[in-house]
Nanobody
Framework: QVQLVESGGGLVQPGGSLRLSCAASGFAFSLYAMSWYRQAPGKERELVATITSTAGSTNYADSVLGRFTISRDNAKKTVYLQMNSLKPEDTAVYFC????????????WGQGTQVTVSS
């Protein structure tokens, strides 16, 4: 059974930090690119950051570049999102995503974790 379980969300003041975690099970984690997406109320889901299967490359949305860092631990089957200098506009539900591009593309999603940035 494939599972992606996010944790680490919560309420934080502007300028604060949070670290999100996404624990994976039920698939070959080390073969998948992992991403974090977010969706704010009334807005479309947007890509925040991606890390390749070997952690050799990362990409970030312009809005979080320099503030967020994505990383992974293939031994623990976990991907992380370190979020610093948080802003109210970072408020959203954050989703973990796993994608494998092969003969068949496979995509898995977590259930999401709420991040609220407010004073």
């Amino acid at each position: 059974q494939v599972q992606l379980v996010e944790s680490g969300g919560g309420l934080v003041q502007p300028g604060g930090s949070l670290r999100l975690s996404c624990a994976a099970s039920g698939f070959a984690f080390s073969l998948y690119a992992m991403s974090w997406y977010r969706q704010a109320p009334g807005k479309e889901r947007e890509l925040v950051a991606t890390i390749t299967s070997t952690a050799g490359s990362t990409n970030y949305a312009d809005s979080v570049l320099g503030r967020f860092t994505i990383s992974r631990d293939n031994a623990k089957k976990t991907v992380y999102l370190q979020m610093n200098s948080l802003k109210p506009e970072d408020t959203a539900v954050y989703f973990c995503n796993a994608k494998f591009d092969g003969l068949i593309t496979r995509v898995y999603w977590g259930q999401g974790t709420q991040v609220t940035v407010s004073s």
